[in-house]
């Protein structure tokens, strides 16, 4: 992980300012973090999409490396998203739950809302209910 978490680094002094005029090389990489196996490059990718930090803002792409990183991460990503919107917005969330309707693990309303049912579907993806096919567009 010492490339992929070089890569991160490089990610986080990107969007933070730290690296003058870097911004939208942030997305780039935390990508290659993630490509390297830092999967925390998922979660991070995800957030500059979310909020549109040196990229345009892409709820979609957001969702598709939401569900990335949850099969592969320790958690980390289904214990962010279930916090829903105070973390992410609900139009990732929407994404992210049509994603894994999809997948027929998640049967409730797309209505951007993190609960019980929407958990149990995220623990389900990253517990084998992995299905690529649903990572294009939907």
Do not use: C, K, M
């Not at 999409?49 to 979609?60: P, S, T, W």
């Not at 214990?79 to 693990?105: C, K, P, Y």
């Amino acid at each position: 992980a010492g490339l992929g978490e070089a890569r991160y680094n490089l990610g986080v002094f990107s969007r933070d300012g730290t690296i003058p005029n870097a911004t939208t090389e942030a997305s780039v990489h935390f990508l290659s973090a993630a490509e390297q196996g830092f999967s925390l490059g998922y979660l991070a990718a995800a957030e500059v999409y979310n909020d549109g930090i040196g990229v345009a803002q892409d709820f979609e792409q957001a969702s598709i490396l939401l569900l990335r990183g949850a099969a592969e991460d320790e958690g980390r990503i289904v214990e962010s998203l279930s916090q829903g919107t105070q973390n992410w917005d609900a139009r990732t969330i929407r994404a992210v739950q049509r994603r894994l309707a999809g997948a027929g693990l998640y049967d409730s309303a797309l209505d951007g809302q993190a609960g019980p049912r929407f958990r149990a579907a995220l623990e389900a993806w990253r517990n084998g209910g992995f299905l690529p096919a649903v990572l294009t567009d939907v």
